[in-house]
């Protein structure tokens, strides 16, 4: 079965400063590996995903992600904060790609502060 | 625009009550999705159909009915409306690994 973990529901950093949110994966085969942004009251929107290609994978909105098989973690980074990056971050894992289910961690809040 | 789309946005209604939820999706997709998240914002999938076909069910309640007419549409139906109902749900699609695309979702609230 897979499963994601979410570290850290609230997330706090300041403007133009690094954003780290963390996300482990446990899955029986190689992951498809997804990041989505909430912004209020909207619907998901897809970051960026991980298909067994690159271990770096880079998004929308400046946002990256790495895979890294042996700490079995896809944590997504930017380098420098903006007001406009303030939503709820969810990361999900697929064992079969986009055509199968998507198995989503708790979220994690980012807040970004003046 | 290219996208899926669902209808309503809102929902209100009573317990007891019948409603539906229509979802539509122009991208071309073979495979649909109903998702709910609940009032924590945890989101986890109901049903999907692949070409009209129910392939995925998720231990929901009988009283929840999705119907594909076709591939570019799943709607949701619930009977007999519960307080734990109230939820938003997403509509969603796919094609291939390249990623599941959301609708903007229908919040519904079950007084």
């Known amino acids: 079965a897979q499963s994601v973990t979410q570290l850290g529901s609230h997330v706090s950093v300041s403007e133009g400063a690094l954003v780290l949110l963390r996300c482990n994966y446990s899955?029986?085969?190689?992951?498809?590996l997804f990041w989505y942004v909430q912004y209020p009251n909207q619907g998901l929107q897809l970051l960026l995903k991980?298909?067994?290609?690159?271990?770096l994978v880079k998004g929308i909105n400046g946002f990256e992600a790495e895979f890294k098989k042996s700490e079995t973690s896809f944590h997504l980074t930017k380098p420098s904060a903006h007001m406009s990056d303030a939503a709820e971050y969810f990361c999900a894992v697929s064992e079969t790609g986009g055509g199968n289910k998507l198995t989503f961690g708790t979220g994690t809040q980012l807040k970004v502060e003046l | 625009d290219t996208a899926v789309s669902q209808t309503p946005k809102y929902l209100v209604t009573q317990m007891g009550n019948d409603k539906s939820i229509k979802c539509e999706q122009n991208l071309g997709h073979d495979t649909m999705y109903w998702y709910k998240q609940d009032s924590k914002k945890f989101l986890k999938i109901m049903f999907s159909?692949?070409?009209?076909?129910?392939?995925i069910n998720e231990t929901v309640p009988n009283r929840f009915s999705p119907k594909s007419p076709d591939k570019a549409h799943l709607n949701l139906h619930i009977n007999s409306l519960e307080l734990g109902d109230s939820a938003v749900y997403f509509c969603?699609?796919?094609?291939?690994?390249?990623?599941?695309?959301f609708g903007p979702g229908t919040r519904l609230t079950v007084t």
């Open positions: 991980y298909t067994s290609a690159a271990t």
């Open positions: 969603a699609s796919s094609q291939g690994t390249g990623g599941i695309d």
């Open positions: 159909y692949n070409n009209k076909e129910l392939i």
């Open positions: 899955s029986s085969v190689p992951p498809y």
